[in-house]
């Protein structure tokens, strides 16, 4: 018996070893990418209509692919971002312009790993700003921000999102 106590405990300790070396604290970086949605779905009972803006509590659900920069054009695919929103205050859109805040977290899937962001941000500013609240595989331990600004005009769905890694 004391001989299987002894190689589970070894064997423990090999795992933890291991994983504290694989999963090392991501290195300052700054990562600038291009952010094209793929897919827009309303939640909690909204039916996203031009003529509707979203109560507090309703929100949705959105899908977006994400290239490198190739200058100032879009570069080769490079991942995607999940995101799901809902409102935190009452939300007005008009033909130029959206106001109103919304709670939004967002998953961004990239090379070797992930990188989770979470908190508010409001579509009639020109950039939102959301901390960086971790991340996987090569992101195990990430913190910084998202810088996300529209771009394209009224109409576009796009984006230049850029990720700061800052530790």
Known sequence: MRKWVCAALATAGALTVGLGTAWATPKPQTISL?????????????????????????????????YAWAGHKRGAPVGHLQVICFATTPVAFTETSASGWFHCDATAFLPGGRIEASGSLSFDAGTNTLPVVGGTGRFVGAQGYVSTTSIGGGDSNN?????????
């Not at 949605?37 to 109560?55: E, I, L, Q, R, V």
């Not at 230049?160 to 530790?167: C, L, P, R, S």
């Open 159 to 167: 984006s230049a999102d850029v990720i700061h890694i800052t530790n």
């Open 34 to 66: 291009l952010e094209m949605d793929t897919g827009f779905y309303p939640t909690g009972g909204w039916d996203a209509n031009p003529s509707s803006a979203p109560k507090v509590g309703q929100g949705f659900v959105s899908n977006g692919a994400y």
